[in-house]
């Protein structure tokens, strides 16, 4: 199964919820007790179980670019486009 995590760029988040509801694992939500310097409820990634699998919905559905996605490649299939 794929593995990854994304980084949400806070201070640019307008807190549209968009990714909170694209996300298929339900891992994204709105902070609780803060704002961003624009005035904003950021969202932030809430995944202890690390069920993230940087599927990416997220960051092409966030409409001020504020996802970062990251994806982990097994050793393996790293090696096998290598060789």
Same mark, same amino acid.
């Given at each position: 199964?794929?593995?990854?995590? @994304?980084?949400?760029?806070?201070?640019?988040?307008?807190? =549209?919820?968009? =990714?909170?509801?694209?996300c298929p694992k339900?891992?994204?939500?709105?902070?609780?007790?803060?704002?961003?310097?624009?005035?904003?409820t950021p969202a /932030?990634? /809430? +995944?202890? +179980?690390?069920?993230?699998?940087?599927?990416? @919905?997220?960051?092409?559905?966030?409409?001020? /670019?504020?996802?970062? /996605?990251?994806? +982990?490649?097994?050793?393996?299939?790293?090696?096998?486009?290598?060789?």
């Amino acid at each position: 199964m794929a593995t990854g995590t @994304i980084v949400i760029n806070e201070a640019r988040c307008k807190g =549209c919820t968009l =990714c909170t509801t694209a996300c298929p694992k339900g891992i994204i939500q709105m902070a609780s007790g803060h704002v961003n310097e624009k005035g904003y409820t950021p969202a /932030v990634l /809430v +995944d202890p +179980d690390n069920a993230c699998t940087g599927c990416a @919905i997220c960051a092409v559905i966030c409409p001020d /670019v504020c996802i970062t /996605v990251y994806r +982990d490649v097994p050793a393996g299939k790293l090696q096998a486009v290598m060789a």
